[in-house]
């Protein structure tokens, strides 16, 4: 990117947020503080009236109207990308925002362009593999972020699915996760005095309180994952097949931590990180004797066991 696009693209980031540090900047770019400096000051020899506040960041002044800002091909793509996912990974609610956010950037860009996003619009699909699960109306993502954003406290009706039974809960919301194919809501439960993680499909009713609550949330969010992340143990394993086999997994891999893989010969060696040795081992039966286990030893021990329980349950049955 040259300066000129550079400085241009720094003046819609100030545009995008109250206040940029310069740090923010540096990173966008991969540009040096020194010249996050140079340009800031360009921009203001140009005539954009920038504040600044030592150890706090730049901010525009808040009279000051720059035109409407139009978006490129590229951008617009990239966009309608994200448009295509979000139906599958949030609800009815959210999905239609998105969309009227799109038709919004469609409005304002030039007739080639549309017919571009158009054409992409026909061309693009998502397909999960998963048709016959009805899409609900509302997992309650847009009220949770209201409560994220005015600090209040939720009500909760939560069914928990291991103990197969509703419970209230008063919860003081401090982020929003989303893996395993779910949305998580990690916040503070009352009830129970500490930090847990509640899965959004499983919330059957909601309510805003007029309550408010005055935890550090950047904090106690990190805080919360760096503890997940060191109660959260990954194995890693080392697997070893033909190469036709290595051909048959090129999806299912994916699933099950897949890290990385080279060639020996005839032969594919595969690196994976994994949390769940039992869940692993289970895959790897489907394989039958087409895979060996080089690491960890564990895995081929958990593994032989579960051959000779089948063994057990099915030895009376054989000829």
Not at 181 to 196: D, E, K, M
């Amino acid at each position: 990117m040259n300066r000129i696009d550079r400085l241009q693209a720094i003046l819609t980031q100030l545009q995008s947020k109250k206040v940029v540090k310069a740090q923010e900047i540096a990173d966008r770019f991969d540009i040096s503080l020194r010249t996050v400096y140079r340009d800031i000051r360009a921009l203001e020899e140009g005539g954009v009236p920038i504040g600044s506040e030592t150890g706090i960041g730049y901010f525009l002044d808040d009279n000051y109207a720059l035109p409407p800002i139009m978006f490129t091909t590229e951008e617009a793509s990239a966009i309608l990308i994200a448009g295509k996912l979000i139906s599958h990974i949030s609800d009815k609610i959210v999905d239609a925002s998105f969309q009227d956010a799109l038709y919004k950037i469609k409005s304002v860009m030039k007739s080639e362009d549309k017919l571009v996003l158009e054409k992409l619009e026909n061309s693009v699909k998502v397909f999960t593999g998963i048709t016959n699960i009805p899409k609900k109306d509302s997992i309650y993502l847009q009220d949770i972020q209201k409560a994220l954003v005015k600090s209040r406290i939720l009500k909760l009706g939560y069914f928990a699915h291991y103990k197969q039974e509703l419970s209230v809960r008063e919860v003081e919301p401090i982020g929003l996760l989303f893996y395993a194919l779910n949305w998580h809501l990690i916040a503070y439960c009352r009830l129970r005095n500490s930090y847990r993680d509640f899965r959004l499909d499983r919330i059957q009713k909601l309510e805003i309180t007029e309550q408010t609550y005055h935890r550090k949330l950047d904090k106690d969010f990190e805080d919360y994952l760096n503890q997940e992340r060191e109660q959260y143990q990954y194995f890693e394993i080392e697997l070893r097949m033909e190469k036709p086999m290595a051909l048959q997994l090129h999806e299912s891999k994916y699933w099950y931590g897949y890290i990385s893989e080279h060639e020996d010969g005839d032969l594919v060696i595969m690196k994976f990180l994994n949390p769940d040795l039992n869940g692993f081992a289970r895959w790897i039966l489907a394989m039958t004797d087409k895979v060996d286990i080089l690491s960890p030893t564990s895995l081929k021990n958990m593994v032989v066991e579960m051959v000779k329980k089948l063994h057990e349950k099915y030895q009376d049955d054989l000829p």
